[in-house]
Each structure stands twice: as structure tokens, then as C-alpha cells.
């Protein structure tokens, strides 16, 4: 909804150059302007006639518009700036400059339309307000990966809400991101403590994103192409498994769902590459699977744990009982809810995998003058190297979010997080106790915080959803005799007894059940003998130093001071940059009404969302000249390979699944061969020209040599050079005659915005990297 008044600065250019023929101010100056021509007197009478009622319409509109409008105060460019800047190019006007710079053929003949109304920024947080408040916030715990969070008011307030830290470009420059990447050192260093695993990345964008990292991790471990299948149990998050089945069939990969402990893994002999598995797992079952390890150790396959970060400080980590690779979601860390996010996860894994991890690592190093130095190694930079050989298409994660993770560990350090985890794990054995005594039975034989609860006889559950309905409470809807409750930090004595009373149970009980928890001396009997933890989490002297909040806020102020951001100056980079993060954009994720949504939440409760994502898909639709629209992916990155699958996904339906070539120019980004090869494209590379242009013989060549096999063309527009090349409509043209489809990477898309499309160029699928063209904190 928000891209509604967001116009971006090609927006403006195009917004400017067609305002005399649209606004009936410019018409009415123009009429008045023009010397007069040769017309009967009726027609002059009546020019005059519409130019009155022009001015006066116009008059009255400019009498009641609003001062502080989003345009006025977020394009700095007054009308000066602009012709000092345009004489400085050698051009007249914008539409001479425009007509220079992009060619003709491809210039959209109308404006484009999405605006509904020009808002003055209280106006719009407002509207924003109504859509809100069509969201219900109910206390939620359905679990599932996702849970209600206490964010530390100083890491609220000084990070999620510091344009300091939301505004800053990723940090490939190491030199004006020193504050983030010791940040982000931090994070690493969080992972790896709770997992005991030696090695962790600085983050990537999701669960499922995760696993299927982790899939091709294990894949290519080995170098035989007939160890291919991948186990994955069946208790893990659905979502989870949704994700890695898609991942999987572009790299020809088989996935074996099952249940671990009853399922034959010698029967796959040395086809196995991996066993995935959830700790706890989806219904809260705490897992042992030291035996497992050995098992898929024996036939050269790796163990994959999904594990809660938060769990760890209580449960042995997957290190220590023979996992390969750990990873989950830092969400529980002191991100909200946000209706799923995405949420910063996480990937750590032994030292024997570390030439493979994805995504980014931060390093520790000395710079010109001895100094000690972080700086950012990239993994997935290998894309710029080996390109169509790169394993992963990752080239980014959810930065802001992960130091938020971060941050939450420095700041309640070892003993808090212990803590904090003891006391939901209390909190939750209070629960089995109540819900037990009145007559339900708790299936669990092991829990951290999520039971799975079978109704007593002669209840329901559909009873049991109604009363906590009633109470505006959300429980787990796993089937007509069973509910599911995961329990959090921020769970009170109150909310514990109104899940009491949902239960039909004795409120009354709760102060000595508590008693008698609280006196047990011995390890908790719902976490399995040898799964407790007895190894020491955060050592780190970072994790000891800031928790007081005037500490805090002196050491995120300190890393703040280090890094560049648009606090400080203009970000001068590349076409990943940020182009604007305005604050009234920010404003709303902070509202309960966005923050605290779980993303499975009946769809009676999310009406707001429902409409806000329908109107952004709508408006995108208009702005790329699409028919339709999704968001789902959570990068550029992740958009090139949706965009690649649903052309794969067409062909098929159309029966030519054996096209399988994709063009990929010389000058693109690494994430395009990468994409191509993850969505089980071949890649053939097409050359360019001296000045980086694409070389349309060259492209018409291998067009029509693979023409029977040839599947999609990837073209980024305005180029990687940031030209609007001439001739791209033939490019598209000769895809087009010998059968393939035209991807077009939306990253530079925020500069055709109002001049032109991929849809008006014809290209077949392109995405939008929404943190550059529609300013999403990245």
C-alpha cells in the first residue's frame, strides 16, 4: 500500500514531462500561453470556457491540498536543482533528457496510473491506521517456528527505529561498515556458541531458505551424482518441508519423508546425501539423534538438526551429538512477529563444510595499519568467479534483523538467555501439569515449550477453539482431537491462567503447581537424561559487558558512529543501493497491528494485511505491465529463481519440459547463472560488447543453435552499466522466434518507473528487488 505515494525519482522525471498535459493548471498556463489560432468564434468562446473552469477547478483543489505531502518532502530536487543539474548534462528539459536516454520504441505513450490521491503524510499514516486496524491481534500460540517476542525497548527504539542502522547500503564496503560487521561478528558468534558447531554465516533470509541451503550442502559433499536422495522426517515445520521439496527438483534431488526413527536408511545405501530433522520438532518433541548421526555418518551422508536458538540454552547442541549443519530462525531473538517476516535464520556447520557454507561470512582481520578490521567474505561471490558452477544464489539476508538477534544476546548475555529459556520451560511444565489435571492428555514424552495436547473425552476441539476465541487467543489447529500451545518469553501469569481456563482447568492450582515446580531440584523430567545442556553458551567478554541500557546504548551508538548511512550522506554505490527509507514508511511495522500477526493466524484476523498485500501486488502488476503478482520471494536473489521456475513450470504445462538452455550475458550479476542453475538450467553464456552492451549476433546465434532446447534469456534493464540499451526489443524478438521466454531482473527497475516496463517491452517475467524501488530497509 505504500507504493501508492511513493513515487520514486523516475516516477518524478516522468511525473514532471507529462504534468502539462495532464494537470489542468499546466492546460489552463498553456492555453493562455500559445498564441491564438485561426477558429470561429463558438470554439474560441468555448477554449476560454474550459480554461475558466480549469483554473477555477484547479484553484479550489490547490486550496485545500495538503503542505506536507510525500512527494514535496521526499524528492529533495526542487525546480532549481533540476535545471542547474540538466544544464550540467547539456540538456533543455527532462523530456529532452528522457528522450535521450531511453529509447523510443520502449517509452510507455500514457502516464502511468496508481496513485489514489495525493496524501499529506499524516493523511497517509492515517489510511495506513484504518488498514490496520483490520488486522486483530490475538495472543498467538500456534507455534510452528514463530513466537510472540519481548523486544528490549532500547534495541526498539535504537536499531529497528534508527535510521542509523535501517538506512545503511549492505556491507560490502568494508570500510564504512565496521559497526555492522562487529554486529554481525556477534551474531556469528551467538550461532555458533548455542549450536557447537565451529562456523556459522552471518545470516540468511528464512527457514525453509536455510534448508534448502542445507540440501545442497549435503549434495555436494559428495562428487557422485547417484547420492541424490534426502531424507527429511516428517515432524519437521510444514513449511520447512514445502520449501525443501521445491528446492529439490532443480537439482534433480529425491526427498524421502518419513519418520526417522522407524524409517530404513540402509535401504538407501550410498544414494544418501543428508537426513534432515527438527529439534524440537514441530509438535515439541525433543528428538534423540545421536544414533541417527551415526547411522547417516556410516553411509557418507550428513545430519541436518532445525533447531530453536532458544532451546539450545537449556538442550545439548547439535554439535555435540554428531549434527553436520544446524539451522533455524533467529526470530525468537527479539524480532516481532510481522506476520512471518522474514526473520533473520541462521547456518552453522562443522569446519569440513566451510568452503560451502552460503551466504556471507564475517572475518576478523588487520587493516593498512595493524588495526584489527571485520570484513565481509562472501561465499556466494564465487558467482562472480565460477558463475554458472556457483552452488548457491544467495547474495544477501535480512541484516537489519540479525543484528536485532544480536543485539538481544549482548544485551541479556549468558545468564539472561538462560534465564528467559528456563522460565518459558517452566511456564510450560506448569501448563502440562494444568491441562493434565483436567483431564487432557499431554502427548508429549519429551517438550522445551510446545505441547501437543489430546482433548479429553466427551470435549472437542472445536469447543476448546471457541472458548479461546472468546478470550482472543489463538491455539494450534492440528486436528478434531488434538490442539497444539507453544509458549514464550513474553507469557504472563495471567495469559497461563486464561490458557488454564481455555482447558477447563483449575486456575486455582496454578501458585502451588508453580511451588512445586520451582522447588524441584533435579533436571527437568521433560527434556530427556543426557539432552540437558552442560556446555557454557556466549563465553565471549562481548556477551558480559552491556546490559544495563545506558551500556547498550552507548555500544550500539558506538558501532552506529562507524558505519555510513543516509543519517550521514548520500550512499554513492552501485545498483544495490538504497534509494530512501522515509521515516513515515518505517512508522507502521512498529504497530501492534503489523508487529504481532503470526503469519498462521485464521484469515478473519488478518483483513488488513490481506488487503495491503492485494494492493501492492496490484500496483506492481501496473508498474512492470504484468498480469499478476507475488511476494512471496524474500530476495532479488530468491525473485530470479521463482521468476525461472514459473517459466519451467509454463513450459511444462505446455509440453516442452526438455527446454532447459538459459542465456545469460557476460555482464550480469553472479545471482543470474546461479539462478538459472538452481532452477536446473544449463547455462550458456552471451557475449557484449566493448562498451558492455549485449551482443545481439552473438545472442541470435546461440538463440537459434539451442532453439529446440532453448528455455529463457536473463536480461537486467536499465543494463548492469545502468544504460537503456537500444536494442533490447529485438533481443526480445529473437528469444520470442525460437521458442524461449524472456526473463527481465527488475534490480535497476526503480529507473523505468513511469518511462517504461518489461511488460510494455514484452519480456514474460521479471522481478523487483522491493528494498531498491520501493525503499524496504534492506
Request: contains cysteine; neutral net charge.
Amino acid at each position: 500500500m505504500l507504493s501508492r505515494s511513493t513515487v520514486t525519482k523516475a516516477q518524478t522525471l516522468a511525473k514532471l514531462s507529462n504534468m502539462a498535459r495532464t494537470a489542468p493548471l499546466f492546460r489552463a498556463a498553456l492555453l493562455h500561453t500559445l498564441k491564438p489560432r485561426q477558429q470561429s468564434a463558438a470554439a474560441t468562446a468555448t477554449d476560454a470556457a474550459v480554461a475558466t473552469s480549469s483554473a477555477s477547478a484547479s484553484a479550489a483543489a490547490q486550496a485545500f491540498a495538503p503542505l506536507d505531502t510525500f512527494l514535496r518532502r521526499h524528492n529533495g530536487p526542487r525546480d532549481s536543482d533540476v535545471d542547474a543539474m540538466l544544464q550540467a548534462l547539456g540538456f533543455k528539459s527532462l523530456d529532452e533528457m528522457i528522450s535521450a536516454t531511453v529509447p523510443d520504441a520502449i517509452r510507455l505513450k500514457e502516464p502511468m496510473t496508481i496513485a489514489d490521491g495525493e496524501y499529506a503524510e499524516k493523511e497517509l499514516l492515517a489510511k495506513l491506521k484504518n488498514i490496520a486496524s483490520q488486522n486483530q491481534v490475538y495472543r498467538s500460540y500456534i507455534g510452528t517456528g514463530y513466537t510472540d517476542v519481548v523486544v528490549p525497548p532500547v534495541i526498539l527504539r535504537n536499531i529497528l527505529e534508527n535510521p542509523g542502522w535501517y538506512t545503511q547500503y549492505t556491507p560490502y564496503q568494508p570500510e564504512i561498515s565496521q559497526g555492522r560487521l562487529e554486529s554481525l561478528l556477534n551474531f556469528q558468534t551467538v550461532v555458533a556458541d548455542l549450536t557447537g558447531l565451529p562456523a556459522a554465516n552471518a545470516s540468511l533470509l528464512d527457514e525453509g531458505t536455510a534448508a534448502g541451503e542445507a540440501l545442497v550442502v549435503c549434495l555436494n559433499a559428495s562428487r557422485k551424482k547417484t547420492r541424490n536422495v534426502f531424507f527429511a522426517d516428517e515432524n519437521c515445520h510444514p513449511q520447512t518441508l514445502a520449501v525443501l521439496r521445491t528446492r529439490a527438483e532443480g537439482f534433480g534431488a529425491e526427498i524421502v519423508v518419513g519418520n526417522y526413527k522407524t524409517f530404513d536408511f540402509a535401504s538407501l545405501g550410498d544414494r544418501l546425501s543428508g537426513a534432515l530433522v527438527s529439534y524440537p520438532d514441530t509438535y515439541g518433541n525433543i528428538g534423540e539423534y545421536k544414533a541417527l548421526a551415526d547411522q547417516v555418518h556410516s553411509q557418507g551422508a550428513q545430519l541436518v538438526a532445525v533447531a530453536d536458538l532458544m532451546s539450545l540454552a537449556v538442550l545439548q547442541p547439535p554439535g555435540e551429538f554428531g549434527a553436520d549443519i544446524a539451522i533455524g530462525n533467529t526470530q525468537r531473538f527479539g524480532v516481532p512477529l510481522g506476520f512471518g517476516g522474514p526473520h533473520a535464520a541462521f547456518f552453522a556447520t562443522t569446519e569440513a563444510n566451510q568452503r560451502r557454507i552460503p551466504g556471507r561470512i564475517i572475518g576478523v582481520s588487520r587493516d593498512a595499519d595493524g588495526n584489527r578490521a571485520y570484513r565481509l567474505a562472501l561465499q556466494t561471490r564465487e558467482q562472480h568467479i565460477r558463475r554458472e558452477k556457483a552452488s548457491s544464489n544467495i547474495c544477501t539476508a535480512q541484516a537489519l534483523l540479525a543484528n536485532m538477534a544480536a543485539m538481544y544476546a549482548v544485551y541479556h548475555g549468558p545468564e539472561g538467555i538462560r534465564n528467559i529459556a528456563d522460565r518459558i520451560h517452566r511456564f510450560t511444565q506448569i501448563l502440562a501439569a494444568s491441562v493434565t489435571a483436567a483431564g487432557h492428555s499431554v502427548e508429549n514424552a519429551s517438550y522445551f515449550d510446545t505441547l501437543k495436547i489430546r482433548v479429553a473425552d466427551g470435549s472437542s476441539t472445536a469447543e476448546l477453539h471457541a472458548r479461546a476465541d472468546a478470550r482472543r487467543i489463538n491455539l494450534r489447529k492440528i486436528d478434531d482431537q488434538h490442539v497444539g500451545v507453544q509458549l514464550d518469553e513474553a507469557i504472563t501469569r495471567e495469559e497461563l491462567a486464561q490458557l488454564v481456563e481455555v482447558f477447563n482447568g483449575d486456575v486455582s492450582a496454578l501458585d502451588s503447581l508453580a511451588t512445586s515446580v520451582a522447588q524441584t531440584t533435579a533436571a527437568s523430567a521433560a527434556i530427556p537424561a543426557g539432552l540437558a545442556r552442560q556446555s557454557a553458551i556466549l563465553t565471549h567478554p562481548i556477551f558480559s559487558r552491556y546490559h544495563s541500557e545506558t551500556e547498550m546504548l552507548r555500544y550500539i551508538t558506538q558501532l552506529q558512529n562507524k558505519d555510513l548511512s543516509l543519517a550521514n550522506a548520500m550512499i554513492p554505490l552501485g545498483s544495490c543501493t538504497m534509494k530512501l527509507n522515509a521515516t513515515t514508511e518505517l512508522i507502521p511495522i512498529t504497530w501492534p497491528e503489523f508487529g504481532q500477526i503470526h503469519p498462521f493466524a485464521p484469515r478473519e484476523q488478518t483483513k488488513g494485511y490481506a488487503k495491503m498485500i492485494q494492493d501492492l501486488e496490484e500496483d506492481l502488476a501496473t508498474i512492470t505491465g504484468m498480469d499478476a503478482t507475488t511476494v512471496q520471494p524474500n530476495s532479488g536473489a530468491q525473485g530470479e529463481y521463482a521468476g525461472l521456475r514459473a517459466i519451467r513450470a509454463y513450459q511444462a504445462s505446455q509440453g516442452e519440459s526438455h527446454r532447459n538452455i538459459c542465456l545469460v550475458p557476460e555482464s550480469a550479476h553472479g545471482t543470474n547463472p546461479a539462478s538459472a542453475v538452481m532452477a536446473g538450467l544449463k547455462v550458456v553464456i552471451v557475449k557484449c560488447d566493448s562498451k558492455g552492451n549485449l551482443d545481439l549476433a552473438d545472442l541470435e546465434a546461440k538463440a537459434t543453435k539451442h532453439a529446440k532446447n532453448l528455455s529463457a534469456v536473463m536480461i537486467t534493464y536499465p543494463s548492469t552499466f545502468g544504460v537503456f540499451e537500444g536494442g533490447v526489443v529485438k533481443a526480445i524478438n529473437i528469444i520470442h522466434d525460437n521458442g524461449g521466454q524472456v526473463y527481465m531482473d527488475g534490480a535497476n527497475m526503480n529507473a523505468q518507473v513511469g518511462l517504461t516496463s518489461p511488460g510494455h517491452m514484452g519480456a514474460d517475467v521479471c522481478h523487483l528487488n522491493n528494498h531498491k524501488t520501493l525503499a524496504i530497509p534492506h
